[in-house]
């Protein structure tokens, strides 16, 4: 049940946060975590999402995020969900690939 939901929230983060952040950035291989809150902000989605920072920020921001929340997420494990539910099964994606299957999807 709750992995509709999470998919769900995966789906509308890819539809609508990868567009914004080019358009309000340009383009560019990773947004730092105040770029990603500001098009979340934006676009009124849900904040505190991991997911967000999983697809659009790199490794090392995402860690440093959940390590100032004293939170564990697994960056790579949480990259292959956002994987399965957008582009269909795994595989490593780029911001890039985010952005086209945004446009795809409009």
């Not at 676009?43 to 997911?51: D, E, F, Q, R, T």
């Not at 949480?78 to 945004?102: C, H, K, Q, W, Y």
Request: glycine residues 4%; charged residues 25%.
């Amino acid at each position: 049940m709750f992995g509709f939901f999470i998919k769900r929230r995966i789906k509308k983060y890819a539809r609508q946060l990868p567009l914004e952040l080019k358009m309000m950035y340009g383009r560019q291989t990773f947004y730092s975590k105040e770029q990603v809150d500001a098009a979340i902000t934006r676009k009124k989605l849900s904040h505190n999402s991991s997911y967000a920072y999983a697809m659009l920020c790199s490794q090392s921001e995402f860690d440093e995020i959940h390590q100032a929340a004293g939170e564990t997420c697994d960056y790579i494990a949480m990259r292959s969900e956002i994987s399965n539910a957008v582009f269909g099964g795994p595989m490593d994606f780029t911001v890039s690939m985010l952005v086209f299957e945004a446009t795809r999807s409009k």
